[in-house]
């Protein structure tokens, strides 16, 4: 139940987060992408940075405070040093530890919140972008590239505010180690430093490695959740062709390159890292040699104080194969967003909805379904009054569910489309029950009111003739409805779309042959108590194959190649 999940905190809300993070649809680059995407999480970005700097220096202290302490220890020893100042740095030592735990723990709550805030605002501008999908888009979109898009993706861009600030300190600790090595041991620091720059033309050839591998896998990923998705939506027809294992076949055919490529990348993985693990080793190797061949001297408080040094640049250079990997998958995710989100999409709705009735008036009318195709609808001039009930007849592909899709700016059009009786910036509230119903894996109910309030949902059953039906049903309204209605017959899920039609009280009424699955007196019984009973002074567009109705209808529109070739009434 709703009330069972946690609230979220106001930083997280999905009323506001999606308009922060829209304009990242407009970046210019990959590069622009991940910069703007951090630079839209606002003032936490400068806490995260500020606790980088206290992580530098209350790190870069530890080495300094062990080179200390330990000298008073041998003073002590040898019969001198101040014991208080002995105790002093150890209790600093102490407290600088504690101090650092603290730190730690902070730095990781905020970067993991920089990374949930923009996998949300990622997510939140994906949907909506989906949600607006021109139909030629979405003919070339699956649901599998959607769900990779939201799951795997966003992920991958999110890491990088969690990646930058792991580079940062990297590089600043990298410096800083460097420096204080060399006022420790002089020029012998420069051989450890010369050790690491060794190793970086290996992280160019891994860096590459993991962008190719990345994108291979990333490419098999969305084949095989494509696939699956397709055999999940038809599996009722793989079950009655008996297709399992053809299809089963292909899937584990994907599912291995996936894996073999999966195996390369940790291979690669495992060797980078096993290289960089071993480069503090190298360096600290080779920075004792040369600073006892250039006559320095060992003793314990500078051996440990470089060991304590040489630890620090463990941290940037054994992570740097997890970096140049996490480096590759934002990148390949932010490219896959980005050609996303520059899909072509329907202008998204400014106008405020009225309620009043409205005519309807089309001059020149031309629609296709991409601004590249033929028009399905050529030189349609129409004219339509305030509440005339119009049916339109034709025969199959004529254009009858194309006009019904443009009317409601679901598709690119040319001429003027003027919704009468209307003032100016406002737009009629369309009620629209389509010709394959949209069924809701959720309850009757839900698939009625779609969040709304109830007030009117007792009537809507009552006039789609839906009670017999939720008589036989276990819980009523609140019996749930399986994956795409498969617990529904036809008729069930045709008249379940009209009272959804009916509850979201609309000023224009849409229907696309909404009877073709009911018996004639269930049908007769919609026709008198909607179209013709409670919707009587709206405004309605019907698409039907019945023509026992047609009689009842203010005017007939017959529609055949995409041309109005008849329009009066039946007599």
């Known amino acids: 139940h709703a009330s069972d999940i946690p609230p979220l905190p106001p930083w997280l809300d999905p009323k506001t987060i999606g308009f922060r993070f829209q304009s990242l649809a407009n970046a210019k680059s990959d590069r622009a992408f991940l910069w703007q995407a951090l630079k839209l999480c606002g003032p936490r970005v400068w806490w995260v940075l500020g606790i980088v700097i206290s992580l530098w220096c209350v790190h870069l202290s530890s080495p300094f405070l062990i080179k200390n302490l330990l000298e008073g220890i041998q003073d002590q020893i040898g019969g001198g040093g101040?014991?208080?100042?002995?105790?002093?740095?150890?209790g600093a030592f102490c407290c600088v530890s504690?101090?650092?735990?603290?730190?730690?723990?902070?730095?990781?709550?905020?970067?993991?919140?920089?990374?949930?805030?923009?996998?949300s605002g990622l997510n939140n501008v994906i949907y909506r972008h989906a949600l607006r999908l021109n139909r030629s888009v979405m003919d070339k979109q699956s649901v599998g590239d959607l769900v990779n898009h939201v799951g795997t993706d966003s992920t991958f861009v999110?890491?990088?505010?969690?990646?930058?600030?792991?580079i940062l300190y990297g590089i600043g600790i990298t410096l800083f180690v460097t420096i204080a090595a060399y006022l420790l041991l002089g020029p012998a620091a420069f051989a450890g430093l010369a050790v690491l720059v060794v190793l970086a033309p290996f992280c160019r050839f891994a860096a590459k490695k993991f962008v190719d591998l990345d994108a291979t896998i990333m490419t098999e990923r969305d084949r095989?959740?494509?696939?699956?998705?397709?055999?999940?939506?038809?599996?009722?027809?793989?079950?009655?062709?008996?297709w399992e294992r053809p299809a089963a076949k292909d899937v584990t055919a994907i599912h291995d390159k996936e894996l073999q490529i999966r195996r390369q990348l940790a291979f690669a993985e495992a060797g980078s890292l096993l290289l960089f693990l071993t480069s503090h080793t190298f360096a600290g190797v080779a920075t004792f040699t040369t600073y006892v061949m250039l006559g320095g001297e060992l003793n314990p408080a500078i051996v440990f104080a470089a060991i304590a040094l040489f630890d620090l640049w463990e941290h940037p250079f054994a992570h740097l194969a997890g970096y140049i990997a996490e480096l590759a998958e934002a990148k390949?995710?932010?490219?896959?967003?980005?050609?996303?989100?520059?899909?072509?999409s329907?202008?998204?709705?400014?106008?405020?909805?009225?309620?009043?009735?409205?005519?309807?008036?089309?001059?020149?009318?031309?629609?296709?379904?991409?601004?590249?195709?033929?028009?399905?609808?050529?030189?349609?001039?129409?004219?339509?009054?305030?509440?005339?009930?119009?049916?339109i007849v034709g025969p199959v592909g004529s254009g009858k569910t194309t006009l019904l899709s443009a009317l409601q700016g679901e598709l690119p059009v040319e001429g003027d489309i003027t919704w009468t009786e209307l003032p100016q910036g406002v737009e009629p509230r369309f009620g629209y029950a389509p010709q394959k119903p949209f069924v809701l894996n959720s309850s009757i109910k839900q698939n009625i009111l779609f969040g709304g309030a109830d007030i009117s949902l007792t009537q809507a059953i009552r006039s789609a003739c839906f009670e017999p039906d939720l008589a036989e049903m276990p819980a009523g309204v609140m019996t749930e409805i399986g994956e795409q209605g498969v617990n529904l017959s036809g008729g069930q899920k045709q008249r379940l779309s009209l009272c959804r039609v009916y509850a979201?009280?609309?000023?224009?009424?849409?229907?696309?042959d909404p009877v073709s699955a009911v018996d004639t007196q269930t049908e007769a019984h919609l026709m008198s108590q909607l179209v013709f009973g409670h919707w009587q002074n709206l405004t309605r567009l019907v698409v039907t194959h019945r023509l026992d109705h047609l009689c009842?209808?203010?005017?007939?529109?017959?529609?055949?190649?995409?041309?109005?070739?008849?329009?009066?009434?039946?007599?």
């Open 346 to 391: 329907l202008a998204p709705q400014t106008a405020r909805v009225g309620r009043q009735t409205p005519g309807l008036q089309l001059v020149n009318f031309h629609c296709s379904y991409s601004e590249t195709q033929s028009p399905v609808l050529r030189d349609w001039n129409l004219t339509i009054a305030p509440g005339e009930a119009v049916a």
């Open 158 to 166: 999110g890491e990088f505010a969690i990646l930058v600030f792991e």
């Open 552 to 571: 009842h209808f203010d005017r007939v529109l017959f529609v055949e190649g995409g041309e109005l070739k008849g329009d009066g009434q039946l007599e």
């Open 82 to 90: 101040n014991m208080t100042w002995t105790l002093l740095l150890a």
């Open 98 to 119: 504690l101090l650092q735990g603290f730190i730690i723990h902070h730095y990781l709550y905020l970067v993991i919140s920089l990374e949930q805030l923009i996998v």
């Open 224 to 242: 095989r959740v494509g696939l699956m998705s397709q055999m999940i939506s038809s599996m009722r027809v793989m079950k009655y062709l008996v």
């Open 332 to 344: 390949v995710g932010t490219g896959r967003i980005r050609k996303f989100l520059q899909t072509d």
């Open 504 to 512: 979201s009280r609309p000023s224009v009424i849409l229907l696309d």
